[in-house]
């Protein structure tokens, strides 16, 4: 008796100190890596790697979003040693993590965060399963058996696993997978037990920092490109310039200008501008990298912000970008002077061009203006 409540009061410590953590932030990247540090931690559920997969209902797959675990037995052995070693409970382990993101750089997280599965269930095998029923699964080597043809399985090449549902109110939005790869460590009913009642918590916060993104992004929006406002892009380009201060990668900026937009106003109407804002806000949006934030500065004004970018390489991808406009079939631009859409482009870069935010800013506008003064649709990236 005196053992049974030793380990429930373990037990309610462990995922009071997991809830906890999750509450000190609604960042959805630090959520993701307390709830996958609480799984895999010795001081929470100790498994040996665990991965988190979210539901995107609008693509119909699931994400593989986050890995934590070792790439081998050798380096497991390394990292539970040090973790023993200077004795790292939870706190500290997050703590590290959101001091220098070091997880993000791991193999095991890098091959997790590329897997999307179908959401149809046929396709999608067990994580589809467990997404579909809600229900948790705990798999041994004889009923692994029977998903042989399975990518996941493939890609963890483990003989059990424990895969438990998040869920938030009815509606299930991520899937949990954990294992004991290098210890061999059988998953024992508590260890289930543990797992789902973490996982119920996990969903929770998870819903809850996808709401507090949404909301979020709303607030820094541009309501008719949707697009990044003028507001949000002064704190993204000032946050690319304190990373190039750290790391010594230039970041440039492209200030992009509709020529001749107010004939488009005076002769179509206001309507058809804004058409026209919104439909080059999606060309801009596509045809840029991932990386790259793209955002509306004002009017018909746009900024991309290209981190770890040089001269060089920003004015090719500006050039690309001058091109895809110019052949882009815009709503009735035959009615411009060039009988096509154009538009002037200025790049700059920090720190070649500028000390501060305020200054990039202005030499990339200086030179769309240049750009203008030399016949538009041009783009321009020194001063001669």
């Known amino acids: 008796m005196t053992e049974e409540l030793e380990r429930a009061r ?16 609604l960042q959805l990247e630090e959520i993701l890596y307390i709830i996958l540090t609480g799984v895999t931690a010795h001081s929470g559920l100790g498994f040996n790697r665990a991965m988190l997969f979210l539901v995107s209902e609008r693509e119909k797959i699931i994400e593989g979003k986050m890995g934590i675990g070792p790439d081998t037995g050798e380096e497991a052995g390394r990292i539970w040693a040090r973790i023993e070693n200077e004795k790292m409970g939870l706190d500290d382990l ?25 959401m149809m269930e046929k396709e999608g095998g067990i994580i589809s399963l467990a997404v579909h ?42 899937v949990i997978v954990a294992d004991n790869l290098f210890t061999k460590k059988p998953i024992s009913r508590d260890d289930m037990r543990m797992f789902i009642m973490l996982a119920n918590q996990a969903g929770l916060a998870i819903e809850n920092s996808r709401l507090y993104e949404q909301m979020v992004i709303k607030g820094h929006t541009d309501s008719l490109t949707n697009l990044w406002n003028h507001g949000y892009f002064q704190f993204l380009l000032q946050e690319e310039i304190e990373k190039t201060k750290a790391t010594h990668m230039p970041v440039s900026l492209i200030m992009l200008d509709i020529d001749y937009f107010k004939n488009y106003n005076d002769t179509l109407g206001h309507q058809t501008g804004d058409r026209v804002l919104d439909e080059l806000s999606k060309v801009l949006r596509d045809y840029s990298r991932k990386m790259d934030r793209v955002c509306r500065y004002g009017g018909e004004e746009f900024s991309i912000i290209l981190p770890q970018t040089s001269k060089k390489e920003a004015y090719f991808i500006a050039e690309r970008l001058r091109e895809t406009v110019e052949k882009y079939p815009f709503f009735q631009a035959e009615v411009q002077p060039f009988k096509h859409l154009t538009a002037s482009l200025g790049v700059a870069t920090f720190p070649e061009d500028a000390q501060n935010k305020s200054e990039l800013i202005a030499f990339a506008d200086k030179l769309m203006y240049k750009a203008k003064a030399l016949g538009k649709n041009k783009t321009c990236a020194f001063m001669d």
């Open 10 to 25: 373990m037990e309610l410590s462990i995922l009071y100190e997991i809830s906890n953590a999750m509450r000190t932030t």
């Open 94 to 118: 997050i703590n590290a993590y959101k001091a220098t993101k070091k997880t993000m750089d791991s193999q095991f997280n890098q091959l997790v965060t590329q897997l999307k599965i179908p």
């Open 133 to 174: 029923d809600g229900m948790p699964l705990h798999l041994n080597k004889e009923t692994l058996s029977k998903y042989t043809t399975d990518p996941i399985l493939k890609f963890l090449n483990s003989d059990e696993l424990a895969i438990v549902p998040l869920r938030a109110k009815d509606k299930v939005n991520g």
